[in-house]
Each structure stands twice: as C-alpha cells, then as structure tokens.
C-alpha cells in the first residue's frame, strides 16, 4: 500500500466503451482503464464504486459532483475550462470511419451527403464538425448514446458510416461486420477526469503510479495492455495505420491551407493545427517501418528513422530533395507505380521479389497511398516498405517440410495426393492410362529392430535412391511412412505396358545394401491398380485398391507383384477387417484401450497418458489400430468408434480416481469425427455422464493434415470445446502445415512434436533444427509443446538441452492395460541424466549444431567410401564443424583446454578422412573401409570433448 494511501470510497463513472471500460456481469469497471484504476486502488485502499451511466450522462454526474472520476476522458481545452485533468495521459487514441466492407468512403469528400453515426456532445463530434466544414463537405451527423448504436445503425443500413476510437473499433467492427476506413484523424490523449475543483488528491495518486509504471516494461500498467490488447504495443507499423497517417496528413494540409485563410479569424484553431502537424511528423520520423511522404515531384517532406536505414541514408538531410536525385539508378518501372499513385491509385504488392546486386533474393510488402489537398487535387504519396525476406524463406522451408518427406526427399502424402489428382486430369485429357503402385517392404521391421533405427534409415535411404533411378522423368515417386512407398507411372498405353517398371522396382528393393559392416537385405510386395475404370474411381479410392492389392501380394509369397481386380477382390480387405465385421466387434466389446504416459522428464511429474485403441481378436491377438482403422475412416462408424474411446476413456479417469492416480487422458480425435455438426453437443452430454470428473481432464487430439482440411471449421469446434473446459492438441505437428497463419487460427493448447523428428535429430542437423525451429514456434505462439517418439537416453537429454521437458515414447513407457498405470505411475522415476539435465544458455546451442553436423559428416564419409555419393577432401575450415571452431577462436575461448583438445581432434580427423579417401582414389577401398573404426574412435573421442564443454559450470 502506498505511503499517501487514505482509505475512501471514490465514484467511477462508467459507460460502456470496451475495452477500454465497461461493466462485467458482477458490475465491476473492467477493461484498460477499469483495471488500471483497479491497480491503483489497490495501492491507495480506495473502495471503487462504479456508476453506470450513458456519455451524456456521465458528463453531467461528472460537472454536478455526484461521481468523483470519469475515465476515457480525452483532453481539450474546452473540456479543460470545466474538468480537472491529471498530467500524464493514460492512453493516446485517434478517431477512425467505419464502413461495411465496398461501402465507397476512402476519403473526406467521399462523405458528401452521407449519413454518419458519431457519440452525442463527444469530441470526435465536434472535431468532424469543423474538418467537414473546412472541406466543405456537408454530410448528416447523426448522434448516438454509444458506440454499439452507431455501429448497429450502421450494420442495419441505418447510417453509411460511424466514428468511433481505435480501441472500440478494432475490438468490435468485426463482429458487425464492418472495416476501417482510411480516414483517421484526431490524436487524443485519455485521462480520468474530475470534477474542477475537486479530488486533486485522486488525480495526484494517479499521476504519481502512473508515472511510475510507465518507465517500468514489466509495470501493472503494461500488463494490463498485454491482457486486453493481446500483445504489447506493435513494432511494425501495418498499412491501416499508414493508411490512416496519410488521412491524418490530407486533413491536416487542408485544415492549414483553411487556417491561412481564416488566421486573424481563427488563431485558436491554427494552434490545434500545429500541434496536430507536430504529432504527424513525429509519426513518421519515429515510425518503425520504413515510411516516407512526398509531395507531387517526388520531394522528400518526412521520411522515418528505419527507411534511413534501409536505404542507407544515415543522417544526412534530405528533406526537399527529389527521391530520385537521392537514388539516380531507380528503375523505370518503379517511377511508373509512383505516377499510377500521384494520379490517385493505391499501389501495393503483399509479396514482391527483387534481386539484389549480389545476386540474392529479397522479399518485399510495400504500399504506395496518395494523399490529397483541401481541393481534392493529387498531393503526393507515402511509400511503405517492409523486408519480409526472412520470413518468406521461413515460410518456403516450411511448405518444403509440409511436401516431402524428410528421410528420403520423396514426395510425402500430401504433395502425391496432389500429383495423383494432376497425373488422373492428364489421362483423361490424353485418352492414355496410369498405374498407381503400393509397395511395402518386406522384412524391413525384423532388421530395424536387430541393428537399429540407423541401419533402417540407411536402408531406407538407399532403396529410394535405387527406386527413383529406375521410374521415369515424369513418374512420380512418395513415402507414405515408416516402410511404405507409392509410384504413380504416367502415360502408359495400357497395362501391359507397366510391367517392365513394376519388376525393375521390385529388384531395386531387392539389391543387398551396404550399411558399415552389415549388408541387410529386403523385398518388396507390391500391389498396383490402373485409371481409368469401369466404374467412377477417385484417388483415395486408387491407394486403397494398390493398398489391398500389396497385402493379396503379401499372402502369395511377398517379393512379387498383384494386379488389383475389382471383381475378384472387391471384398478383399488384406490386412483390414471388413465394416461388418468391426461392427460385430464394437457389440461385442473387442475394443480396449491402451494408455502410454506422458511425464515430465526433468522434474518425475507423470502429467497424463494418450488413450491409444486395440483390437482384442478372438483369433488373432491384439490387433494394432493400423489394422482396422483406416477401413472406418470414411465410414459412419469411425464417429460411434470415436464417442466409445472418449467414453471409455472417462470412465476409466472415473476408476483411477478411486485409487488415487488423477491424471488427464488425451485421445484422438478423426477428421470425420470432429467435423459433425453435433460433435460438441454430443462431447458435452459424454462429459456430464461423469460429473465428478473436470472437463480439463480431457484432451481431444487432432492431427494437423486432418486439422487442415476445414481449419475454418475446426478452429470453431476446438473454440467451442474450450469453453466447456476441453483441451486440444495438435498431433504429428511439423508434417503438414504450410503457412504460420494456420498456427495462428488454430487455438489448440498444445503442440505434439512429431517422433520422426526426435529420431533424427541425434544424428540428422536438418531434423534438430526443423525441431529447434517448431520449439521456438510453440513459444512464440505460446503452446505447450511435448515430443513423441523418445526412445532412447540421449533422446530425452537433447530435448530437455533445448527447454523441451514433456515426452512419451517407449525410453519412457510402451503402451499398456489400463489395469498398470496405478503401479507404473507410483514406481516411475526419471533418468538421473534427466534431472540433471539443464536447458542450454542460446549460446551454447552451436555446440550442439557442431556435434550433430560432425556426426552426419562422418556417416558422408563412409558413404563416400562405399560408393554410395561423392565426397571431396574438406579443409578444417570449410566443414561446419570447422566454422564453429573459427567463431570461437575468434571470441578469444579457443585459449580453453577443452578447445584445444578439441581443435586438436578435430584436425586429426580432417587428416585421417583425406586418407581414407585417398585410399579409395587410389581402388584400395577395403583397406579404407577396414580403418573407419579409428575414424569412429576418433569421432567419439571429439564429441566426449565437445560434451564436457557444453556441460553445465
């Protein structure tokens, strides 16, 4: 409690102007200027009684004494001359037209005989007044009791446009389906005013916090326009604020050119008019964009700090001298758009491409807006740009990431679902035919599991390769995931005419591989279908076919070919289960429900588990769910499978409680499923079926490819649920988004990592920084992010380096009966390397970049060796290991042991790769290969030196 606080009872006027202030449904003043008033009370031990009232009203119970403080009070110096004020302002404003969007109104003389919704006996009211008049335009004013009414009117078409200030406008246009207007004007300071004469002791109190807080970024202040504007105070001025100064200066030019007229008439006017050019010069030169104003001859009349600096201009003044004697080597077509803006148009690109003399690419936004003078004439034009370089390139690497998949470099699902649907047209159009090719590899699993996920991935790696060599230019070739593979062949005359392609894939897969001293061996069942049918076959309906076929391939004996045949096969489900069947099986309860914990790998915490379905068989055992479900996926009966799994799973929650373990359960959630119109009502009669357990209990899982489809829709639906308590999480995230703004429109809670970027991420530097990259995203958007997938104890340490500490994954736990969680809940205790495990400082996280890029450059070599690419001697410099090493030595920590150690090893390494290579030049490859395990020892021998440095202290 402050020092001066006196305890009283102090009025608050309030009328309803959000979401600067309002009433809540407890009739407490809410909103920037509610809470803020809020916080200083608290400090002062004043009791705030709000009075609610209308404008008008609120003035007169203001001038009469009856309330002690109006906030939202903007300063004049009429208002001056009857209310108190205190010195620093609360916030600054200005007044803004809004308009239904095509409503014609972009300009001042544009509201010539229009009728416009203004707050009854307000400021903005009588400024408009006096800048109508001074451009001789008479449009009809029509005074509102609030701002709701004028923008109700002018939804209803009861009016062509409202005024109302930037904070009610943002908020609320919107939802009446309205849009700023380029004209903007009347920069206002707000206050909370007082009654003259009165409460000097209030307004003091204000002023003095105020005052305070304002030179403190984490003040109450500042936390309060964080909580109701969504995020601090912008620093990229966007194009409706330009918009909006260029409006601002056209007024003001006109509102000078009437004040020269009238000078010895108006000499109170002319001061508000210098003040208002001021603030607009100020605008400009301290804009953070890069804006600057000119007049018809292209003359400099304000330009912005940040426009100096991208244009290099430093400091030197160029105020009156024409942009293009600054700039003599501007091309032609750039003076063309500005002679399309000085004659009246808005000029504007969202996207544009440059390159620079070095021959690089930039990425540009830039507007081009002409302002105009009191007589309606062209007067110049304001140029905005914005180097949106860095985040077009983000953007593009993250369609990239969306298309292919990142093991191999194939087309992934999304990118063939496109390919299919292209390749389908052209056969239509060409009379010819296409096969669609499912290939799955056999015993792949058996070798994955022997010598691990590095040999796998070679392989992999190596059977695309092979695969892709042998199809054609114009083929298309993808990795679904995990083993499966499809080939979509083009222009083929008829069926026959595929089969020299189908057995040269089938021997590509067939080839031994080398992988260090293994050479593991796979076939491939492949099943094929061709387009176009008899009947009406669409691409999905393609992949199921070759899908069905493969697993007939499968059956006979792998390593061979099946044709698809729709007669004979058409109740062939190969490894699926007919819908009839999975019908049986829900009646008679052959569905159970696996959970997999989620922990907290640093602190022990176990924070929920993942419901995760399995068929119980009668004759086959337990069934994993990529067995039936994709049968269902289109059907109906993934929506009754769906509601039991929720069911399930609460009533569970429900039984865990009694014995103690309560922890969240998320499940999954399908397309289909949650894209029913009823999908929320029906998950709200689930929850009540179980009113002892919180919603919050319950987190629905949406993969982000099934969330992309409608995000419209979903984004509503995940809004709907959060209001009954549900959370939602984005599954597999980072294998199908393509723009940011889809992270933006989906309000889920939490963000799972997909695992085929922690398996790679030890040894792959394109995998760590895809997953750096996706945590930096979850923090920006503020997600909650948890990775999938760890399995090992180096998983969970690097993750938990890179500020990453929730996980599943069988390194933690495989899935298991409900009936185990109480026990493994009370008996699992975290890895000791784990707790220890700190999150990195930013500048040690090169280190760790360093580690990784040295593993994959050794994996380079020994393919080098084995034939399998091409590598050339690399200077210690030029590897990126080497670069690391130059930008420490450079900081003056390469005198360290460690370091030296390190460059020492690092060097003996380069030395013993150049010869090995040599070796290879010279055809003695098996002595080469035969010495790869010094290279090894040496590489370990490095990265334990490299750990000790990265390790904490």
Known sequence: MSAHAVPREVRVGIYSNEPKIFLDQDGRAIGILGDVLAEIAKREAWTLKPVQCDWQACLKELKAGRIDLLPDLAYSEERAKEFDFHQTPVLHS???????????????????????????????????????????????????????????????????????????????????????????????????????????????????????????????????????????????????????????????????????????????????????????????????????????????????????????????????????????????????????????????????????????????????????????????????????????????????????????????????????????????RRGDKLAVAYLDLDGFKAINDRHGHDVGDQLLKTVAARMKQVLREGDTLARLGGDEFVAVLNDLADAEASVPMLIRLLDAVAEPIQAGSLAPQVSASLGVTFYPQMEEADADQLLRQADQAMYQAKLAGKNRYHVFDAEQDRSVRGHHESLERIKRALIAREFV???????????????????????????????????????????????????????????????????????????????????????????????????????SSLELEVLETSALQDIALVSRVISACREIGVRFALDDFGTGYSSLTYLKHLPAEVLKIDQSFIHGMLEDPEDLAILAGVLGLAKAFRRQPIAEGVETLAHGEMLLRLGCELAQGYGIARPMP?????????????????????????????????????????????????????????????????????????????????????????????????????????????????????????????????QALIAPG
Not at 179 to 197: D, E, K
Not at 887 to 913: K, M, N, P, W, Y
């Open 94 to 428: 200005w007044s803004a037209i809004y308009r239904k969007e095509g409503k014609p109104i972009n300009t001042m003389p544009e509201l010539q005989g229009m009728r416009v919704a203004v707050l009854a006996d307000s400021i903005q009211e009588g400024y408009l007044r006096e800048l109508l008049a001074g451009f001789g335009v008479r449009a009809q004013l029509m005074p509102v009791q609030s701002l709701e009414e004028g923008f109700e009117k002018v939804a209803a078409d009861e009016a062509d446009a409202a005024v109302a200030n930037r904070f009610f406008g943002d908020l609320k246009a919107p939802s009446y389906k309205l849009v700023t207007s380029p004209i903007m004007f009347q920069p206002t300071r707000l206050f909370y005013g007082a009654r003259q004469g009165s409460n000097a002791d209030l307004l003091q109190a204000i002023d003095r916090h105020l005052g305070a807080w304002l030179a403190q970024p984490d003040s109450p202040y500042y936390k309060v326009l964080e909580r109701w504007m969504g995020q601090p105070p912008r620093t990229v001025l966007p194009s409706w604020l330009v918009m909006g100064l260029v409006a601002l200066a056209v007024l003001l030019l006109a509102a000078l050119l009437i004040s020269a007229y009238l000078r010895r008439l108006v000499v109170e006017k002319t001061r508000h008019l210098q003040e208002s050019k001021d603030q607009l010069r100020l605008f400009i030169e301290h804009a953070p964009a890069a804006l600057a104003m000119f007049d018809r001859e292209m003359r400099y009349l304000a330009v912005s700090r940040r426009w100096r600096t991208d244009y290099s201009l430093g400091e030197c003044d160029i105020i009156g001298h024409s942009h293009y004697e600054i700039f003599p080597e501007i091309p032609e077509a750039w003076k063309a758009l500005h002679r399309r803006a000085l004659a009246g148009e808005i000029v504007q690109s969202n996207e544009d491409c440059f390159e620079r003399k070095d021959g690089s690419v930039q990425w540009l936004r830039w507007e081009l807006i002409p302002w105009h003078l009191a007589s309606g004439a062209p007067g110049g034009i304001v140029i905005f740009t914005e180097d949106i370089t860095v985040l077009k390139e983000h953007q593009l690497q993250l369609e990239h990431i969306a298309h292919y998949d990142i093991l191999t470099g194939l087309p992934n699902r999304v990118l063939l679902a496109d390919r299919l649907h292209q390749a389908m047209a052209q056969t239509q």
């Open 593 to 695: 429900l696996y959970y997999q914990p989620k922990v907290n790998m640093r602190t022990g915490a176990v924070i929920g588990a993942e419901a995760l379905i399995r068929w119980q068989h009668p004759e086959k055992g337990l069934l994993p769910p990529g067995v039936f479900l994709p049968v269902i996926e289109d059907h109906a009966l993934a929506v009754e499978i769906g509601e039991w799994v929720i069911d399930t799973a609460l009533a569970q929650m429900e039984t865990w409680r009694a014995v103690g373990l309560d922890i969240p359960v998320s499940v999954n959630v399908c397309a289909r499923h949650l894209q029913q119109a009823d999908f929320v009502e029906r998950l709200h009669c689930l929850l009540a079926a179980y009113p002892e357990l919180k919603p």
């Open 818 to 946: 409900a009936s185990a969680m109480p026990e493994w809940a009370a008996a699992w205790r975290p890895e000791p390397r784990w707790v220890a495990a700190t999150a990195l400082h930013p500048d040690k996280l090169p280190m760790i970049y360093a580690g990784v890029e040295h593993r994959a450059w050794i994996v380079t070599i020994e393919a080098a060796l084995r034939g399998d690419c091409h590598a050339q001697p690399l200077d210690v410099h030029h590897c990126r290991f080497g670069a690391w090493l130059d930008v420490e030595r450079q900081t003056g920590r390469s005198g360290q042991q460690h370091f030296q150690s390190i460059d020492a090893l690092h060097r003996q390494v380069h030395a013993l790769a150049d010869e090995l290579l040599e070796h290879r030049s010279q055809g003695q490859t098996s002595l080469a290969l035969e010495r790869m395990g010094e290279l090894y020892n040496l590489r370990d021998m490095l990265l334990e030196q490299l």
